[in-house]
Structure formats: C-alpha cells, structure tokens
C-alpha cells in the first residue's frame, strides 16, 4: 500500500495549483491525512491537515486564506488547493496519512514520494 500524489509541477507566482493524493492498496483505518512540504535545505513543515473526526483542519499560518485542503474519509483522499501562490510556496509536498491513535498517542503513519511545486516569480 503507498500514497500516490498528483498535481504538483510549475506555476507563475499568483497562480494556482491543485494537489491530489490518494491510497493505492488497502492501508490501516486512518484518523487524519494531509499535506507537508519541504523546501531545500529547510524542514519539512506542516501544510494542512484533516482529521476526519469532527472535520477538523490545520493550517499554517503561512498559508492559511490560500491554501484549503479537503478530503474522503472512505477513500482515504485528500487534495489541497493552492490559490495565489508565492515563490517561497516552492518546496516538494509530501501526502501524509495518520492512523488512529492508540492509549499512548502512537500511531501508524504513511508517506507519499512527493511531488515538486515550483512557484516563478
């Protein structure tokens, strides 16, 4: 099972830009999906999440009013859309899926490859 992203490539800054990941095979019962990204030679940041229970989303404050992700909890879906991007927007998102949390807090989690997102000015 992985996460297979799609969408990312080259937009002219102001533009916009539409992410989308979904599982590919069958993967454990998930509590929350979303977006990171890493620009080089910085983190990897959170974007956006969605935790299916309640709805609840996340954002960073870098983003927030730009970028709105949503999601299928049913077919372990997830898109984030990218309106008036920005050079610094540049970096590789990576699709995240999180499972439910167990007593402890632990929980499984799952990475995409990435895809790049190149913002010009």
């Known amino acids: 099972a992985q996460l297979v992203e799609s969408g990312g490539g080259l937009v002219q800054a102001g533009g916009s830009l539409r992410l989308s990941c979904a599982a590919s095979g069958r993967i454990f019962s998930t509590y929350a999906m979303g977006w990171y990204r890493q620009a080089p030679g910085k983190q990897r940041e959170l974007v956006a999440r969605?935790?299916?229970?309640?709805?609840?989303?996340n954002y960073a404050d870098s983003v927030k009013g730009r970028f709105t992700i949503s999601g299928d909890n049913a077919r372990d879906t997830v898109t984030l859309q990218m309106n008036s991007v920005k050079p610094e927007d540049t970096a590789v998102y990576y699709c995240?899926?999180?499972?439910?949390?167990?007593?402890?807090?632990?929980?499984?989690?799952?990475w995409g490859q990435g895809t790049l997102v190149t913002v010009s000015s």
């Open positions: 995240h899926a999180e499972g439910i949390p167990d007593e402890e807090g632990r929980y499984l989690e799952l």
């Open positions: 969605f935790a299916w229970s309640g709805g609840r989303t």
